[in-house]
């Protein structure tokens, strides 16, 4: 009886919500047929995949589980095309409760999972750096009778490289070679994943960065099979399946990645993180007789401004710039946050000189890159405030909104200021930072 009365009490709530589904699965049916028909955004299992496929292309993934909850309501049996498209938008958040629990839905549904199913399990281990759940999805897989592809072993050498266990990493290496497969570029950079990640640190780190970048120039072409059409037609690359650092960068045009690069990027991604080594993998570039392409450069003026030098930081840009081979925000954005480090007054300068180049020649901020330079600017302790302030009118004056950490430190940057409450940009920040703790909080 107290649970009928807790029942009800919730859903007083959430009639006034519009949410009583999510309460108990009880609907009102108290429409015509025409109008019900009109709410219904899908009424059969082909239309909810597409509208599934549909949020995914959006990476509006925190629906998904919303969707799925629909379809039990509607009753709805999901096929396996429905279980992939969910355990993809899991892969995408970093999910793997949500992931797992897919994966026992399906088989309660009497649909055993296939070997894409579980490389996307195996990917979102990866996210989550938990190799050990990594490993034990192997095991299940080979009690399941379903047999692991090229895919599998590389996703599960990338899983246990976020860990930066080399131990498990080469055994991997080992099993793949004893199969008779070889070593493709995705591997390489997945070895050099797990030497950055490795802790300690390794003495020998440089050189067997370089060794992989070396050695990942003559690998060999890997048979491939019908899981990379899978993967294709749901927008699933590569270097998103292994969680490469380029993953959100791949579909970028005008010379920003050339996938050709992939240990190149890898390397140069933990060469900056390390601030060294980067003009030795520039040397082998040009002995090469190749361009570096955009995310290249970003990484090497990550690596320098990283490292203090804010100046060889700025030439590299100039000059790249200059040399017409090829423009982005994220060149000017990398810099400008780059040259905050420390908050020096040149830095700061320099820094503020780089955002006005970058809105004369009307890049778009986006979200993503706004907050991060936010969030950095904010942290100047003395001076003017000119940068963050700056920043903040820039995505003011494009209708983008910053994160919610974003404008937690812009807001404290102001208190710390002592400037008057009726000031119209502290009561903006304040309107801002109240509305946004609200709804993520």
């Not at 320098?304 to 040399?323: E, M, T």
Request: with cysteine.
């Amino acid at each position: 009886m107290k649970f009928l009365q807790s029942l009800l009490g919730k859903t007083r709530f959430a009639v006034r919500d519009g949410l009583l589904c999510r309460v108990s699965g009880l609907r009102f049916f108290n429409v015509s047929a025409e109008e019900y028909s009109k709410r219904n955004y899908a009424n059969n299992v082909a239309e909810y995949n597409t509208v599934l496929g549909s949020l995914n292309a959006q990476r509006r993934m925190f629906l998904l589980r919303d969707v799925y909850d629909d379809m039990m309501l509607d009753g709805v049996k999901p096929t396996r095309d429905t279980f992939h498209s969910l355990a993809v938008g899991s892969m995408r958040v970093s999910k793997m409760g949500d992931a797992f629990f897919y994966k026992d839905q399906m088989k309660t549904m009497g649909l055993v999972p296939d070997v894409a199913f579980y490389n996307f399990l195996i990917s979102t281990c990866g996210k989550c750096k938990n190799s050990d759940q990594a490993i034990q999805i192997l095991e299940e897989m080979k009690s399941m009778e379903v047999k692991p592809n090229v895919q599998t072993y590389i996703c599960l050498l990338h899983a246990c490289a976020a860990q930066g266990r080399i131990d498990r990493v080469y055994a991997i290496v080992r099993d793949m070679t004893a199969a008779g497969l070889g070593l493709n570029k995705f591997c390489y950079a997945g070895l050099i994943v797990a030497h950055k990640n490795k802790t300690p640190f390794t003495d020998d780190f440089d050189a067997k960065v370089i060794e992989f970048v070396e050695r990942s120039k003559i690998w060999t072409s890997v048979e491939t099979d019908s899981a990379n059409a899978e993967n294709v037609m749901m927008g699933v690359s590569d270097e998103e399946l292994y969680n490469l650092p380029t993953a959100d960068y791949v579909n970028r045009r005008g010379g920003f990645l050339n996938r050709q690069f992939t240990a190149y990027h890898t390397a140069f991604n933990a060469a900056a993180d390390f601030k060294n080594l980067t003009d030795e993998l520039l040397e082998m570039l040009s002995k090469e007789k190749k361009t570096p392409d955009i995310y290249i450069v970003v990484q090497v003026i990550r690596c320098y401004c990283r490292a203090g030098d804010i100046d060889r930081g700025l030439q590299y840009f100039d000059d790249f710039i200059n040399s017409g081979k090829g423009n982005a925000a994220e060149l000017y954005v990398t810099l400008a946050e780059g040259a905050m480090v420390g908050y020096t007054e040149k830095g700061m300068q320099i820094s503020q000189d780089t955002l006005v180049r970058m809105n004369e020649r009307n890049f778009f901020m986006n979200s993503k890159l706004g907050s991060e330079l936010l969030l950095m600017a904010a942290g100047e302790k003395t001076g003017g405030y000119t940068n963050a302030n700056y920043i903040w009118d820039l995505m003011r004056a494009r209708n983008v909104y910053p994160s919610l950490a974003a404008v937690e430190a812009y807001y404290q940057g102001l208190k710390d200021r002592q400037i008057p409450q009726d000031d119209p940009r502290l009561m903006l920040v304040t309107q801002m930072y109240d509305n946004l703790r609200s709804r993520f909080r």
